[in-house]
């Protein structure tokens, strides 16, 4: 089975940097994605992580562990407009997308 | 433009009838996906079609029907049985190989309210 891990909500400041967390326990793992989702709107994609290490794009970063079974979504420079929700997905084969609960990030002035 | 479109965005029905969510896509995607999304439960996949003419239940398949019988189109029938209908319910598509990986692309949901 899959089990996905993430903070229910956060709050931060803008022009702050904050770190939103996912673990997860999956009976297979290929690759974990974030996707972001404003409310009641679609989620975009933001970011695939497959091997260990961080990938950076732009103002958002992706840092995955697969021995810990462990990522993060880094976002720096906040802004308003990030206040959103965070979706952690892992596929573990196929096309099958797996998703958290999502984390609620509110940022304030 | 290419995307995936799903109406209507809003959709009010009354308890005990069947009622069918559309869902289309010009992305030529061969792989599409329903979830529904429920306050505090992130997505929770229902059904998923790799190819026309198939599909497999998701996580979530009881009460739900699809069908795929063009490439363009996934729709998603809830029936009476489902229990408790009311949700926002997101299409998504993706390719199925080529690239080291998939992005699931999603519509802009449905969110239905059964009475």
């Known amino acids: 089975g899959q089990n996905i891990d993430q903070p229910t909500e956060m709050t931060a400041t803008e022009g702050a940097i904050v770190q939103i967390n996912c673990t997860y326990q999956?009976?297979?793992?290929?690759?974990l994605f974030w996707y972001q989702q404003h409310a009641g709107e679609a989620p975009t994609f933001l970011s695939y992580?497959?091997?260990?290490g961080l990938e950076e794009k732009g103002r958002f970063s992706s840092f995955l562990s697969r021995s810990k079974g462990y990522s993060y979504l880094l976002l720096k420079e906040l802004q308003m407009k990030d206040s959103a929700s965070y979706l952690c997905?892992?596929?573990?084969?196929?096309?099958?997308?797996?998703f958290g609960t999502g984390t609620q990030l509110k940022v304030e002035l | 433009d290419g995307g995936i479109t799903q109406s209507p965005k809003y959709l009010f029905r009354k308890e005990g009838q069947n009622v069918t969510l559309s869902c289309e896509q010009n992305?030529?995607?061969?792989?599409m996906y329903w979830y529904r999304q429920d306050p505090g439960q992130g997505l929770r996949l229902i059904y998923y079609?790799?190819?026309?003419?198939?599909?497999q239940k998701g996580d979530i398949a009881e009460g739900y029907s699809v069908s795929r019988e063009k490439k363009e189109s996934f729709p998603l029938t809830v029936t009476s049985a489902q229990k408790n209908p009311t949700a926002f319910y997101l299409c998504?598509?993706?390719?199925?190989?080529?690239?080291?990986?998939?992005?699931?692309?999603f519509g802009p949901g449905t969110r239905l309210t059964v009475l």
């Open positions: 998504a598509s993706s390719i199925t190989s080529g690239r080291d990986h998939n992005e699931q692309f």
């Open positions: 999956t009976s297979g793992f290929n690759g």
């Open positions: 992580n497959v091997l260990d």
């Open positions: 997905a892992v596929t573990g084969g196929g096309n099958k997308l797996t």
């Open positions: 992305l030529n995607h061969d792989a």
């Open positions: 079609s790799q190819i026309v003419n198939d599909f």
